[in-house]
């Protein structure tokens, strides 16, 4: 009988022993888990805005704004760097201006200047 | 090997002091039967009606295999283990004088000789036969009626029984944490296929990106704001206006 006994007690001390280090390494996957998506999720927010092919998709609304504007920038490209000069009129400088900078633009450089024929002289540079 | 040993009167002779008591015959009921059984626990309920004859206050069963039957005892508990602890401790293993009937006929104290007649043990008094001592023999192959171990405490396919169930118990716990984990670990590193690093730089990279435009954008809106004339603004000087 005292064979059974040693056996069932190394059982159950290997058990036990097996049972928690899954236990720990449950627990240790999990917070790894969480912490990844927590990661993650923030990636994907500031990747959304920030990224290549958001900037490239920003450049493009920009322009057609523009264009439904009536607007022609002049534009100019230097390095990784574009500019875009245009005039607005002062009465809708404030819609246009306010969507630019709502927008994701990676805006390096902003210049404006009042003309005096009430037009905004605008200089935008951003990042391709 | 040292060994006590009750007589019917009650009183105990000591011939070293050791560890084991025989009980005499005149202790308990002693019958031996064929149940048609291979189990002890089984056996032990029928040898209660076996043994029906026996005293009233004979209410412990001992049962035990001896060739095609069982060795049935019936006794007083109570009352042995008072004359027992009497002399020695509660722990010393008891014996009843039958279980030693294979190796009879032998001496038990000076004045006593034990035989058997008819398969069943007695005593006697005989001082001028020369037979063997109890000290000679192997109590080990005994089951010990009093002390759980034996054959009398969970048999052996039980207790291989109950360790074959805790195993597979043991091991379809393990399986299922196992399989846990392994659904954890693939849930974990599922849905992009950069590595952590990676990720960890491009957050780096975007968050400084985006805190730079934040800043810079809320200074054009707080400078168009106001009345200006020129204003120049760039991501690393801020803005200047006039």
């Not at chain 1, 210049?111 to 905004?120: D, K, Q, V």
């Not at chain 2, 019958?31 to 029928?46: D, E, M, N, V, Y």
């Not at chain 2, 849905?191 to 985006?210: C, F, P, W």
């Amino acid at each position: 009988m005292r064979i059974y006994a040693i056996l069932f007690g190394v059982l159950l001390l290997l058990w036990g022993s097996a049972a928690l280090y899954m236990e720990k390494r449950v627990e240790r996957v999990q917070q790894e888990y969480l912490e990844r998506a927590e990661l993650t999720g923030r990636y994907e927010a500031l990747r959304r805005l920030w990224s290549q092919e958001a900037k490239r998709e920003a450049r493009r609304q920009m322009e057609k704004m523009l264009a439904i504007y009536g607007i022609t920038p002049n534009a100019t490209k230097r390095g990784s760097l574009k500019s875009y000069t245009f005039s607005v009129d002062a009465k809708r400088a404030d819609t246009i201006l306010g969507k630019l900078l709502g927008s994701n633009l990676t805006i390096t450089s902003f210049t404006a200047r009042r003309s005096g024929e009430g037009r905004l002289e605008v200089r935008l540079e951003i990042e391709l | 090997m040292a060994l006590y040993y009750i007589r019917e009167n009650g009183t105990i002779v000591r011939e070293k002091s050791g560890d084991i008591v025989v009980i005499a015959p005149s202790l308990y009921w002693y019958g031996h039967a064929k149940f048609p059984t291979s189990s002890i626990a089984k056996a032990k309920r029928l040898a209660d009606s076996f043994l029906a004859t026996r005293p009233a206050s004979y209410t412990a069963i001992h049962v035990e295999k001896s060739g095609d039957g069982f060795d049935c005892y019936a006794y007083d508990e109570a009352h042995l283990r008072t004359l027992v602890a009497q002399h020695t401790s509660a722990k010393t293993p008891f014996y009843f004088l039958q279980q030693f009937s294979e190796q009879m006929p032998l001496r038990i104290d000076e004045e006593l000789i034990a035989d058997t007649i008819n398969g069943i043990c007695i005593e006697m008094e005989n001082g001028e036969r020369t037979l063997p001592s109890l000290d000679s023999l192997d109590f080990r192959s005994l089951a010990k009626p009093f002390n759980g171990a034996g054959e009398s405490g969970i048999s052996k396919k039980v207790a291989a029984g109950l360790a074959v169930l805790l195993f597979v118990t043991a091991a379809g716990d393990l399986a299922l944490r196992y399989q846990t984990l392994q659904a954890l670990q693939s849930r974990s590193t599922e849905g992009t296929q950069r590595s952590m690093y990676e990720i960890r730089a491009l957050v780096k990279k975007y968050a400084k990106i985006d805190s730079e435009q934040r800043r810079l954008r809320a200074a054009i809106q707080k400078a168009l704001s106001s009345r200006i004339k020129t204003l120049e603004c760039s991501v690393k000087k801020g803005c200047t206006h006039e």
